[in-house]
């Protein structure tokens, strides 16, 4: 079982829909990250969350220590928002990251 | 502020030649991370460094594979006699300290294809 389960790992939504990727983790963590990524891009650091929730534009990221659970979620959803999204968390003592499998997003107009 | 720079951004290689690929990290970070992306697979740490010092390489295959993060110039990873199955997207993460709340900035990736 790897440390850190994303799902779903593809996900299809239409333009305007709210969608919640979820991920789980196994590991004591110091903080969680949500990422993406377009094809054949980069990566973009979305969040980076140890507690509570944070809210950028729309997108909101929650995260609950105790059942060792994050969100993401899209608010009004756009074909832009297209992309791979993963959960990341840093454990340990050298803030290295471990990832998820990744949540495959599509939002069709 | 440039952010992370690598390069190349793509790179094909035959069997056998060797791959360097370069990570500049953001000005007044000094800690770097390497991070591989093979095809359908997620994300693996391979290794950690800060200027001069290799702190962790956990994650580095144990032959062919080398870094380092010299007191001038960019973060080099190296791949000798590179085999099909080192095809993947190679990233570079850069950060302030080793502390989570730092926070990282990602490269936008350097694609190598051995042929």
């Known amino acids: 079982k790897n440390e850190v389960e994303q799902s779903p790992q593809n996900l299809t939504a239409q333009e305007g829909e709210f969608i919640t990727i979820n991920c789980s983790y196994s590991?004591?963590?110091?903080?969680l990250h949500w990422l993406q990524q377009h094809p054949g891009g980069g990566i973009v650091s979305l969040f980076m969350l140890s507690s509570g929730k944070k809210k950028h534009g729309r997108l909101i990221a929650t995260i609950n220590i105790q059942e060792k659970h994050s969100s993401l979620h899209i608010t009004a959803s756009h074909p832009r928002d297209s992309a791979v999204y993963i959960c990341?968390?840093?454990?340990?003592?050298?803030?290295?990251?471990?990832f998820g499998q990744g949540t495959t997003l599509q939002v069709k107009p | 502020n440039a952010g992370v720079m690598q390069n190349p951004r793509h790179l094909v290689r035959r069997r056998g030649q060797e791959a360097r690929l370069r990570c500049s990290p953001m000005?007044?970070?000094?800690?770097v991370y390497w991070y591989r992306q093979l095809p359908e697979e997620g994300l693996k740490f391979m290794v950690y460094l800060q200027k001069e010092n290799i702190i962790d390489e956990s994650g580095m295959p144990k032959e062919r594979f080398s870094a380092e993060f010299p007191k001038e110039g960019p973060s080099i990873l190296r791949i000798q006699q590179v085999v099909r199955g080192d095809s993947a997207a190679y990233f570079c993460?850069?950060?302030?300290?080793?502390?989570?709340?730092?926070?990282?900035?990602f490269g936008s990736g350097t694609r190598l294809t051995v042929v």
């Open positions: 993460a850069s950060s302030q300290g080793d502390r989570a709340y730092y926070g990282y900035t």
């Open positions: 990341a968390v840093s454990s340990g003592n050298t803030g290295k990251l471990i």
């Open positions: 000005k007044g970070h000094s800690h």
């Open positions: 590991v004591g963590i110091s903080a």
